[in-house]
């Protein structure tokens, strides 16, 4: 049987501090910063959406959270400024392993999706923005099932979206709480660890193998 790669997409295939030259034109010095909050605070509004089930597509986790970040920071962006920044996230980079990375697990037939917080036509225009849309078999979104990493449900809904069974999917991410969540489902997880700074959360949960970027992924994972 093949074997089903998934791959996570914002922070993994995606670079999301790529806004940070946007950001150092509205603002200067503390544009690193100010990316990092955001992108912070983006995650924690969708985890606390997927827990109170108030479920807002991850654009507006994403909205909400550039709101958050600019009084914490006391920045003082017109409207325009603020969609400009949004629009950012329409258009990001991808990581510079990416393309070739994903180029030979394709070629060595294994499946791929990418697998996001979110929505399908957000993710098909960011692959597409990025160039590399045409390597994944398929988009698996959460906003079908409307809940978000790391919710069990969602991991339940890649399967069912693949027809791909646990114990032949792999889920590829650099965000720890995506990974520990594939596993407590009983998903194997490869942990993109971009940086030698990132940390892993303590939780007794490791990943089934730890890469520094996509193209060590077919000698870690095996033949398909």
Request: aromatic share 10%; hydrophobic share 40%; net charge negative.
């Amino acid at each position: 049987m093949s074997v089903t790669l998934a791959f996570d997409v914002y922070g993994t295939l995606i670079d999301t501090h790529a806004v940070v030259s946007k950001l150092e034109e509205l603002i200067g010095d503390k544009a690193a910063e100010f990316s990092q909050t955001w992108r912070d605070k983006q995650l924690e509004y969708s985890f606390r959406r997927g827990l109170m089930r108030q479920y807002q597509t991850f654009a507006i986790c994403t909205m909400h959270a550039l709101e958050y970040t600019c009084s914490y920071y006391k920045v003082s962006l017109a409207p325009e400024q603020k969609d400009q920044l949004l629009n950012c996230y329409k258009t990001l980079a991808a990581f510079k392993d990416v393309k070739d990375g994903l180029r030979r697990l394709k070629v060595a037939n294994y499946k791929l999706y990418a697998f996001s917080n979110g929505t399908a036509e957000a993710v098909e225009n960011l692959l597409e923005a990025a160039g590399i849309r045409d390597l994944f078999d398929g988009v698996v979104s959460v906003d079908d099932i409307k809940t978000f990493k790391p919710d069990p449900a969602v991991y339940s809904h890649l399967l069912h979206k693949t027809a791909a069974l646990a114990s032949n999917t792999w889920l590829i991410s650099s965000n720890p709480f995506d990974v520990i969540g594939a596993i407590s489902c009983g998903i194997r997880a490869a942990w993109v660890q971009r940086s030698k700074d990132a940390i892993f959360d303590p939780w007794g949960v490791e990943p089934t193998i730890v890469v520094d970027s996509l193209e060590q992924l077919q000698q870690k994972i095996g033949e398909p």
